[in-house]
Structure formats: structure tokens, C-alpha cells
């Protein structure tokens, strides 16, 4: 479990993140949403120990985040960013190997190549392995980096808007596949989504942020519902149900 108390951060004299308690249950997905500023990004990065908070702690399996050491934590937490951007020309193989690096400081072994072939096999890209990652689709690149992710192989899977750029077809794909991660491997999958629906249908439970504060947290089914939305994104909602998942429309 991942325990957040009372963390702030704040940039230029303004809290971005303000006074967030949060107990982050294990095995399950966790959608961080909100409007853009609410805080999303910049709470996931305190939570990979990417950004340092000013104040408040945070407890990872009962342990004090900052007393881990960088590749030891590496190895619980794995995060990917809403950019990313390559410089270098690699095959998709190669990408995928930088995921076992807190294991192998670049020195591969049986049991990496292990885990890299199960991400490349898990994410559908065996046909893909020898191909150039610049020469790929935004789907494809999307589902490369993930693979990456998924051979790091940690407790704890951190993902800043993965559904970036990607097309409705390509979106469920991601989805489902963090489903599967989630219910196979009993991966805790913590992310920033910018669609409620995406959030709606694929999470266990959501965390609603606004001007940098946790408006509310719970489970999904329990967070899916007109007055608390429209507190949190200021517009109104129709919620509606369909196979036991709530649908929110706020075009009307």
C-alpha cells in the first residue's frame, strides 16, 4: 500500500498540491482526475519521488519513501511520463531492455531477458521487436513504452495521461491491457486520466483533485455522480448506466 500524509507542494509561492492524505490500496487501478491545474501531474510526480515534496511524507510497503535508495525503489516503482521523446535511433527490444536497468546497471542476464521477452509477448509487439521505435505508429509507441514499464517489473505502475494523443480504437487497447496487468500480475496501477469515462469504466477507485486539493476518493461507482462531478469540473452531468458502468455525458 502507498500512503500519502499531508503532502504539499508548491511552485513560486503558489501550493499546487495542498495537504493530500491518501491511502492508495494495492491491486487495484486508481484514477487521479480533474481539471487541467487541479494538481494531477505534479501529485503522481511526488508520489514516484520524481518532484520532492515541501512538506508531508509518503509510505510505500510500511517504509519512508525517502529511505529508499534510488535503484531499490526503481524496483517498486516504475512511472511513465506523458512525453517521451527519443534522441537515439532503438530497436524496439532495445527500448524495452531499459526496464530491467535497476536490476541489471545495463548488464543483462537470463532472468532480464526473461522479463523482456514476457513484456514484448504481453503487449503484442513480437513482430515489432527488431523495428525502429521513431518508424512506429503513436499506438504502437505507446504500447512500447508501456512494455518497458511492464519489464521493470515493479509493485507499482505510475502512468501520466497514457491515453496522450492516442485514438479511440488505441485507448481501449491501453486500457485494457492496464486491466489485465492489474488482474493477472496484481500490479497497482495509479494514473492521471483525462477522460472521466475512461476513469468511469476501467477504475477501481478515483481520486478527484481540484485546485490541489482531494475533493473526494473512493470507489468508482461511488464517485460517478452528478453533484460531486459538477463540484469537481463545474459543469453539470447526466449520468448513465449501462452493463453495470456508469456513462457520464456533459455535453448537454
Avoid: W
Avoid at 510497503?61 to 534522441?87: C, F, G, M, V
Avoid at 527488431?130 to 519489464?151: C, I, N, P, T, W
Amino acid at each position: 500500500m502507498i500512503s500519502l500524509k499531508n503532502i504539499t507542494k508548491t511552485y513560486k509561492n503558489t501550493p499546487v498540491v495542498k495537504n493530500v492524505t491518501l491511502e492508495l490500496p494495492k491491486g487495484k487501478i486508481i484514477s487521479l482526475v480533474g481539471s487541467n491545474g487541479a494538481g494531477k501531474s505534479t501529485l503522481l510526480g511526488v508520489i514516484a519521488r520524481v518532484l520532492n515534496p515541501d512538506d508531508g511524507q509518503i509510505i510505500i510497503n510500511e517504509r519512508n519513501i525517502e529511505d529508499y535508495k534510488t535503484r531499490l525503489l526503481a524496483q517498486h516503482i516504475s512511472i511513465l511520463k506523458q512525453s517521451n521523446h527519443l534522441n537515439l535511433k532503438l530497436a524496439v527490444k532495445e527500448l524495452v531492455a531499459f526496464g530491467r536497468f535497476p536490476y541489471s546497471q545495463g548488464k543483462l542476464n537470463t532472468t532480464d531477458q526473461e522479463k523482456i521477452n514476457e513484456a514484448l509477448t504481453f503487449l503484442e509487439l513480437d513482430d515489432l521487436k527488431d523495428r525502429y521505435v521513431d518508424e512506429l505508429s503513436g499506438g504502437q509507441k505507446q504500447r512500447v513504452f508501456l512494455a518497458m514499464v511492464v519489464a521493470q517489473d515493479t509493485d507499482y505502475i505510475l502512468l501520466d495521461e497514457p491515453l496522450n494523443n492516442l485514438d479511440m480504437k488505441h485507448s481501449v487497447q491501453i486500457m485494457k491491457t492496464l486491466q489485465a496487468l492489474c488482474k493477472q500480475k496484481g500490479k497497482t496501477i495509479i494514473m492521471v486520466v483525462h477522460d472521466i469515462n475512461f476513469a468511469s469504466q476501467y477504475s477501481h477507485y478515483i481520486a478527484a483533485l481540484k485546485s490541489g486539493e482531494i475533493k473526494y476518493f473512493g470507489k468508482t461507482q461511488d464517485i460517478i455522480e452528478p453533484k460531486k462531478l459538477k463540484d469537481v469540473f463545474d459543469i453539470d452531468f447526466e449520468i448513465l448506466e449501462h452493463n453495470n458502468k456508469k456513462i457520464c455525458n456533459y455535453f448537454n
